[in-house]
């Protein structure tokens, strides 16, 4: 591609950079005759749910992985976070951060529980523990700290106001598989942390999450909660659902782990390539993982500068879609502007500045096992084009100014 002229841009005319769309998430796909091979396995012994032996080796590997005692997995992330909401008790108000997949918030208002934003900070977007205390009423009973990006929350500082004021500490690390804080690993922390393994997310079971915990007791009732309650064959305890993970989608996740050092090597060389091809794009910034920790590398995310570049972050978005690359606005517009919370919390953006300003300033980009290395260099001269031709793409292409 000429990396000077926006004539060739697809809106101007031009043909669009790629031929056929790249989305961010698509899956990491493992060894497909492994998978097979469990598959007939899983055939052979006519074993499909219900605490299958490839669902049992699953949740050990994954715990062994983490060094986490129990691993507890699910048929989503979703009913597995519902599941560590009501294995807590929470009840009344649980503080949340907005800026999360909308699934971190509807765990709560599922179950009538009002999820109380929280605003996030600059540095990492994580939920920003300075402001927590504040929001913390008599019915306030837990918090759920997001690990946004596979980026930990501060996890000390969280847990000394969780341990000063009474409340349950779970986290959402549906982002953090394989990434560590202080060289210890996401899904220790806290009394709980989700997992989701999602087809979209680093390791996947097409659907699948889990909830790893170290505490025996909350581990046993979460084990119940999923299998709806039944304490033995005729014996039900506790009301319970149907969060069970099936034998086949254990086993991609089986097969996910045994290529988890190859999705790891491949991210990250991913990122590093962005890292390199956008170093000198002013105004674009590529959000680092810790050089000291272990990540999962699985997100990009670039954040704009549009008093640099001279183009908003939706029209560098707008512009990237029409020449099929599927960038994504990775959380726009946030849960406290979606509903129901947007007309339950009318005002809810005056106590969330930070998470007003940075929804508006990132996006994300395609990486994973699928995405080749001309992919990326494709990708960033676009880039380099789209915003070194900013001010000239925003008079033309979108009439208004800045
Ligand atoms: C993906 C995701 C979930 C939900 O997980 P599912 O497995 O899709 O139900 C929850 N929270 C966050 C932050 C996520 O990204």
Not at 136 to 163: F, N, Q, Y
Not at 204 to 223: Q, S
Request: aromatic residues 10%; glycine residues 8%; proline residues 3%.
């Amino acid at each position: 591609m000429n990396g000077s002229k926006i004539q060739n841009l697809s809106i101007f005319g031009g043909v669009p950079a790629f031929e056929e769309k790249l989305h961010v998430g698509r899956p990491n796909l493992g060894n497909r005759d492994e998978f097979i091979r469990r598959l007939n396995e899983i055939w052979d012994r006519n074993w499909l749910t219900n605490s299958g032996p490839m669902e049992k080796e699953f949740e050990r590997r994954v715990a062994d992985f983490i060094g986490v005692k129990h691993c507890i997995a699910m048929c989503n992330g979703t009913i597995a976070l519902e599941i560590a909401i009501r294995a807590l008790d929470l009840t009344g108000e649980v503080i949340v951060p907005s800026f999360t997949f909308i699934a971190t918030a509807h765990a709560l208002q599922w179950q009538e529980i009002t999820p109380i934003f929280c605003d996030i900070r600059s540095k990492d977007y994580t939920i920003d523990t300075a402001k927590i205390e504040k929001m913390i009423t008599p019915r306030t009973t837990g918090i759920i700290g997001v690990h946004i990006w596979g980026r930990v929350c501060d996890i000390v500082e969280l847990s000394e106001i969780a341990r000063k004021r009474n409340l349950k500490l779970l986290f959402d690390a549906s982002h953090a598989f394989g990434c560590s804080h202080y060289g210890r690993m996401a899904g220790t922390f806290g009394d709980a942390e989700v997992l989701s393994f999602h087809a979209t997310k680093f390791i996947n079971t097409f659907e699948g999450g889990a909830v790893v915990t170290n505490n025996d007791e909350l581990a046993r009732k979460v084990r119940l909660m999923k299998n709806f309650g039944f304490m033995g064959t005729d014996n039900v305890g506790y009301v319970g659902t149907n969060g069970k993970m099936n034998e086949v989608c254990a086993a991609m996740g089986l097969v996910s782990l045994e290529n988890i050092n190859d999705f790891i090597a491949i991210n990250r060389r991913n990122y590093e390539k962005y890292r390199q091809e956008l170093a000198d794009v002013s105004g674009l910034s590529l959000l680092p993982f810790p050089e000291r920790e272990k990540s999962n590398y699985q997100y990009i995310t670039v954040e704009v500068d549009e008093a640099v570049t001279g183009i908003k972050r939706d029209q560098i978005v707008d512009v990237l879609h029409h020449e099929n690359v599927q960038a994504r606005r990775y959380f726009y517009p946030g849960c406290h502007n979606m509903e129901p919370y947007r007309s339950y919390f009318p005002h809810a953006n005056l106590l969330l500045p930070n998470t007003e300003k940075l929804m508006r300033k990132v996006f994300s980009l395609p990486t994973g096992t699928s995405i080749k290395e001309q992919d990326i260099n494709k990708i960033c001269s676009l880039l380099r084009l789209i915003v070194s031709n900013g001010k000239e793409i925003n008079r033309r292409f979108y009439c208004n100014d800045i």
